[in-house]
T-cell receptor, first 113, second 114 residues
Framework: ETGVTQSPTHLIKTRGQQVTLRCSSQSGHNTVSWYQQALGQGPQFIFQYYREEENGRGNFPPRFSGLQFPNYSSELNVNALELDDSALYLC????????????FGPGTRLTVL | GDSVTQMEGPVTLSEEAFLTINCTYTATGYPSLFWYVQYPGEGLQLLLKATKADDKGSNKGFEATYRKETTSFHLEKGSVQVSDSAVYFCALTNSGGSNYKLTFGKGTLLTVNP
């Protein structure tokens, strides 16, 4: 059984640019959540997608947006990058939105210069 | 809103020492509680969980008991190993909403020396 995978592993962007991060959920999982982990901090919930629809959002501005595809993989898009967006972005999947355990991928390290 | 407060680190122990990492929470309803571990350069791995009061989660020698009266979920291990060196996160999910977002503490860095 393949776990959660994320790409790319590392990414360097400059302020004002746009970025897309990708996540493939674990087999059989239809729910994907995204988290931002700043250096030395705990992960913060960005949003969750369940069966291709947004199913809850944390305290992040609209320039953070996402998609979920019919195969339940997902993208996180961030527009107008700011220096504070530098972080580890974690994707987690679960068998359904009502399942209280999430399985994490290795993350994408984004550096904004 | 929901929140998790965990012991500030870093924590440095010698091999075979006893470990306690304190975690308290604030939440409405009946949250589920988790400990996640993050090894250097990696994502999060679920270490253990408890879904109702007085449940004890355990895995790899680590234990934590869900104490509703003290709103706590302290992580313990009787004898740590060098390989336990990692960052440990206490977290909760709350069934009050339509999704089970995780709310995390800030993490505690544990270093175990030989």
């Amino acid at each position: 059984e393949t776990g959660v995978t994320q790409s790319p592993t590392h990414l360097i962007k400059t302020r004002g640019q746009q970025v897309t991060l990708r996540c493939s959920s674990q087999s059989g999982h239809n729910t994907v959540s995204w988290y931002q982990q700043a250096l030395g901090q705990g992960p913060q919930f960005i949003f969750q997608y369940y069966r291709e629809e947004e199913n809850g959002r944390g305290n992040f501005p609209p320039r953070f947006s996402g998609l979920q595809f019919p195969n339940y993989s997902s993208e996180l898009n961030v527009n107008a990058l700011e220096l504070d967006d530098s972080a580890l972005y974690l994707c987690a999947s679960s068998p359904s939105a009502g399942y209280n355990e999430q399985f994490f991928g290795p993350g994408t390290r984004l550096t904004v210069l | 809103g929901d929140s998790v407060t965990q012991m500030e680190g870093p924590v440095t122990l010698s091999e075979e020492a006893f470990l306690t990492i304190n975690c308290t929470y604030t939440a409405t309803g009946y949250p589920s509680l988790f400990w996640y571990v993050q090894y250097p350069g990696e994502g999060l791995q679920l270490l253990l969980k408890a879904t109702k009061a007085d449940d004890k989660g355990s895995n790899k020698g680590f234990e934590a008991t869900y104490r509703k009266e003290t709103t706590s979920f302290h992580l313990e291990k009787g004898s740590v190993q060098v390989s336990d060196s990692a960052v440990y996160f206490c977290a909760l999910t709350n069934s009050g909403g339509s999704n089970y977002k995780l709310t995390f503490g800030k993490g505690t860095l544990l270093t175990v020396n030989p």
